[in-house]
């Protein structure tokens, strides 16, 4: 646990409470009053208000939304399935900035609905809603499906026998034991809306705003510190409540998981409403998922002078960008695989570490390690950033001038996802192997070179590429640490979005799409290698 816990201590840590008690001191003096002003404030109520019922709205309707689909890739067998599940799990490793590139494509000021209808609904809660269910949907499909497929069919088929309806045997005896997953589904969507930046950044326009989008307006726009470090501990509460009653729906989850091999419960649709079923999930994948990342690709070849690449030529020049960029845009995307690839080997060291510390005999100390690798995923991305801009700017850490700032970032967000894929593994192996190990003379490292190691392989490289997709899309510290010589890609985007322009907007749409296709080969390479089908990403 020592590398792990001085890790998130020094670059997590630190520049979190550093940049709260900045904003929440005066010389040496606590101001705490700040904390009761900033909250009286009508305009910081209304943030707080939107912030939690769009991810109510956001969380409900991806259930309904999704649910289906969770039950079509449990229970049926059907050629592409495995191709399918891939692709809709595509969104969820793409940059928020990316999804809300390809809703703005769709929904926004010329995108597809707008020369066909003239209808926009950028600048709307719906736009930022779609853009939720879009970028969540795998979660509830992974999550509840996962345990779904487990889930013996026979008990539901028994209680028919004894007299039970369809509804009343799935309501009876399928729903409550799903309901942990479901549980932990819904909560990680609310989580992952709660805390959204990058898709309401680009669709929700200056009406909208979620707290961590108030949290950035606050600290870059502004140079409001005690408003931001108020938020920023607002945040940090309701992060901390969700990830405490995640976890325990994630315990109560996993005593469930062993029950029968899923491929025995999948099987061909039968009858006209099973099939019925089938075919409107795939409608739905292919309105949901398939069409905003098509008119993302078309509108990246769209050019002023009929359909081809010249947005992606345009992107090896620095003159082409207006002025957003010191060097050509197309060097956004050396630099984000290099700082990806960096980051990625930082978050499976460490989270390597922290998973087998995990697995350990377990205490209060241990399961409060684990709560707190997963805080990154919730505290503010935009407050860790500038944290470390403020902190990290004397010996022995000056690193302000150097590029491994942006890695370290990254990899504190790539971290929960290595120990959450590799957790089941490790706890999977048989302790009584590392045992006979020892007595035979192994050393402690010897064990898990010899025993751990070839069990968990897999693991970890499905946890890198897990890993190297997010931290390639990682925007929120980013934005603020990434030098302006440097950019990376999601960076790049949202310069490019931010300046007027048809070729700047083309840019950033042929920006993204390079960046949505290293992210989804990621993910397909992933899908071959993955072994593991009970739901944990």
Not at 178 to 197: D, E
Request: proline content about 6%.
């Amino acid at each position: 646990m020592a590398g792990p816990f001085a890790f998130f201590g020094v670059f997590f840590a630190y520049p979190v409470v550093a940049i709260v008690g900045r904003g929440l001191t005066t010389g040496s003096a606590w101001q705490l009053g700040r904390v009761g002003a900033v909250l009286s404030r009508p305009d910081i109520l209304g943030v707080l208000w939107f912030t939690t019922w769009q991810a109510l709205a956001s969380t409900v309707l991806t259930l309904l939304i999704a649910l289906p689909g969770a039950y079509v890739f449990a229970r049926f067998a059907f050629p592409g399935k495995q191709l399918l599940r891939a692709v809709v799990t595509v969104p969820f490793v793409l940059p928020t900035v990316v999804v809300g590139t390809a809703f703005l494509a769709l929904l926004g000021r010329g995108g597809l609905l707008d020369e066909l209808w003239g209808v926009r609904l950028d600048t709307t809660v719906w736009a930022i809603l779609l853009a939720h269910v879009f970028f969540n949907y795998a979660v509830v499909v992974r999550t509840v499906g996962g345990l779904w497929s487990q889930l013996d069919p026979r008990q539901e088929e028994a209680a028919r026998v004894l007299g039970a309806g369809r509804l009343a045997a799935w309501w009876r005896v399928t729903l409550p034991a799903l309901a942990p997953a479901v549980a932990a589904a819904a909560l990680m969507v609310f989580l992952f809306t709660f805390t959204s930046f990058g898709v309401v950044q680009i669709l929700g326009g200056p009406g909208f705003a979620t707290l961590e989008v108030e949290i950035y307006r606050q600290t870059a726009q502004l140079l409001d510190l005690p408003t931001a470090a108020v938020l920023t501990l607002v945040q940090f509460a309701a992060v901390g409540a969700i990830l405490a009653v995640h976890a325990g729906t994630v315990r109560r989850r996993e005593t469930a998981l062993r029950l029968v091999d899923p491929e025995q419960t999948a099987r061909r649709p039968r009858g006209t409403g099973q099939w019925a079923l089938l075919g409107g999930v795939l409608v739905t994948v292919a309105l949901l998922i398939l069409l905003p990342l098509g008119v993302l690709v078309e509108r990246s070849l769209d050019g002023p002078g009929g359909y081809g690449f010249a947005y992606y030529w345009a992107l090896a020049s620095v003159d082409a960008s207006g002025g957003s960029f010191l060097v050509p845009p197309l060097e956004a995307i050396w630099n984000s695989l290099r700082y990806a690839l960096v980051a990625t080997a930082i978050a499976v060291v460490i989270g390597g570490l922290a998973a087998a510390a995990l697995t350990r005999r377990a205490g209060r100390l241990v399961r409060g390690f684990d709560a707190l690798l997963m805080l990154p995923l919730g505290v503010s991305a935009v407050t860790v950033g500038f944290g470390f801009l403020i902190t990290l700017d004397k010996p022995p850490l000056d690193l302000r001038a150097s590029w491994i700032l942006v890695p370290l970032a990254q990899a504190l967000v790539g971290v929960p996802f290595v120990v959450r894929t590799m957790l089941p593994v490790l706890r999977a192996v048989d302790g009584r192997l590392r045992e006979a190990a020892a007595v035979l003379g192994a050393s402690p490292l010897r064990v898990w070179r010899e025993v751990d190691l070839p069990l968990v392989r897999r693991a970890t490289l499905v946890a890198a590429g897990f890993a190297f997709a997010v931290s390639l899309g990682e925007f929120g510290a980013t934005v603020f640490i990434a030098r302006p010589d440097r950019p990376t890609l999601p960076v790049a985007v949202a310069r490019l979005l931010g300046r007027p322009g048809e070729l700047n907007y083309g840019q950033a749409m042929a920006l993204s799409t390079v960046l949505m296709v290293v992210c989804a080969v990621s993910l397909l390479v992933l899908e071959r290698i993955r072994t593991d089908r009970s739901g944990e990403f």
